[in-house]
């Protein structure tokens, strides 16, 4: 054999290895050069919200600003997919839609509000929420102004990806920021940015930034898997989807199947709540822009059910215990024999959620209004996978700002100056978001301490 013959046998091989890795990228060129982009993959989507600086916005053909629009939900409830467990379902993320001009018009004062659902307005319309009734009310207000104020507010999104969104955002001349968080940070994209990606996801994540070929055949995999209701296959891409917001219906998860309370999550989440609202605050102050922290509210009346223990049914069942007593007694409007009974109960079970909530009650029907809100508080700190605001986190909100000397309002006693089931029916369509008038009220706190900020 010649040496030239063997040189030719080597470099028909070296090009039969190359020639697939040729083709793919002239193929994966051209696709972009014609416009044959596979829709973004929701696994994009997820990394790229982790990323400091990433933006929402795209251009529209008048120029002006949008949300992307498939990062737009249409409607004024959650876009989920449920889990193959009972009562898991995952957060589908997305924001009202938006148009505003990129350059800020002179006279106009340009709010950004973000935060999760409540600043989204979930099960109520974009007017009633209090984003909305804010901006009509500045208009009423100061009539000679003109007011842009922004509703960024995304469904499951904690302060990890708020914070940021803030630089794209600090980017386009506002003269506020409003910040309403805080109910999300125990959730599970919050705890864990990414859990369950491991190596070979984030390969995936990143030939599907890459790669046009690589995308279309992804999409055509994932979505042959949903057609497929394999159910392991639909919970994966549902995580990814959602960002890894993995929600829970408490009344519906089994007993054996809810989250017990994690004291080392939940002082971690507290001390990285308290990191990012300082982050937010020091962003801002460094781009002359003023920012303004809120304590959302909860609703205290809602009954706990992820933590409540499996022992209450029993207890109530055996008809003796003092669980059962205490409720008898309460049934009966002697307040003061449930409390005794609630408090022995207590004592025997003083991590269990529900007894808080009971006894908060009793202290409410009684006049005992500190008491009771102490109480029932205390439910939903023993509580937290109904990702109700704990009281870590509402002091995370205090200290993060403080030490970076930005304003805080407690919009707290707002919505609490009667604690009664009956107003709090009026006030809350669930565990934390508000209704129509639970927003306007919100608004109406909001006002004086926004025009303050605009110096009005």
């Not at 659902?117 to 009310?137: I, K, P, T």
């Not at 102004?145 to 506002?174: D, K, M, T, Y």
């Not at 994540?205 to 046009?212: D, F, I, P």
């Not at 990191?275 to 809602?302: K, Q, S, W, Y």
Request: glycine share 10%; proline share 7%; with cysteine.
């Amino acid at each position: 054999m010649t040496p030239s013959r063997s040189g030719r046998e080597r470099s028909f091989r070296v090009a039969a290895v190359l020639l697939p890795f040729v083709v793919f990228a002239v193929v994966d060129r051209g696709l972009g050069l014609v416009g044959l982009v596979p829709p973004e993959d929701p696994l994009v989507f997820h990394a790229r919200t982790y990323e400091e600086d990433f933006t929402p916005f795209a251009r529209s053909p008048e120029g002006d600003l949008t949300i992307r629009s498939d990062w737009i939900n249409e409607g004024n409830d959650l876009r989920v997919r449920r889990g193959t467990g009972e009562g898991r379902f995952f957060v589908f993320p997305g924001f009202r839609s938006v148009r505003f001009p990129e350059s800020k018009p002179a006279g106009t004062k340009r709010i950004f509000v973000v935060g999760g659902s409540s600043v989204f307005g979930l099960y109520v319309g974009e007017d009633e929420a209090f984003v909305g009734q804010l901006e009509a009310g500045l208009t009423e207000r100061y009539p000679e102004h003109r007011f842009e104020v922004l509703n960024l507010g995304c469904p499951g999104w904690a302060s990890n990806r708020i914070l940021n969104l803030l630089p794209a955002l600090l980017r386009l001349e506002p003269d506020l920021v409003l910040v309403y968080a805080g109910h999300n940070e125990l959730l599970r994209g919050a705890v864990d940015r990414g859990p369950g990606l491991g190596k070979l996801g984030r390969i995936d994540e990143t030939m599907l930034s890459v790669s046009n070929l690589y995308g279309w055949l992804h999409h055509a995999v994932a979505s042959w898997s949903r057609g497929a209701k394999d159910p392991g296959r639909v919970e994966d891409l549902a995580a990814v989807e959602a960002g890894e917001i993995l929600v829970y219906e408490p009344l519906i998860v089994p007993v054996e199947d809810r989250p017990p309370l994690d004291d080392v999550i939940v002082h971690l989440a507290a001390e990285r709540f308290r990191d990012h609202v300082a982050g937010m605050a020091a962003r801002c102050r460094e781009a002359g822009v003023p920012i303004l922290f809120t304590v959302p509210v909860a609703n205290l009346l809602r009954p706990p059910a992820v933590t409540a223990g499996a022992h209450l049914e029993d207890d109530r069942a055996a008809d003796s215990g003092p669980v059962s007593r205490g409720f008898t007694a309460m049934e009966a409007e002697r307040f003061p024999e449930a409390l005794r009974w609630l408090d022995e109960a207590i004592g025997a079970s003083p991590e269990d959620a529900g007894l808080y909530y009971w006894r908060g009650l009793s202290h409410a029907q009684i006049g005992n209004r500190s008491a009771a809100i102490s109480d029932l508080q205390t439910a939903v700190d023993r509580d937290v996978r109904t990702h109700r605001i704990t009281s870590s986190l509402e002091r995370a909100i205090f200290e993060g700002a403080r030490s970076a000397g930005a304003p805080v309002v407690d919009l707290r006693p707002v919505l609490r100056r009667t604690i009664s089931p009956e107003r709090a029916k009026e006030l809350f369509v669930d565990h934390c978001h508000p209704t129509p008038e639970g927003h306007r009220l919100l608004a109406g706190e909001l006002l004086p301490h926004v025009a303050e900020l605009l110096g009005l």
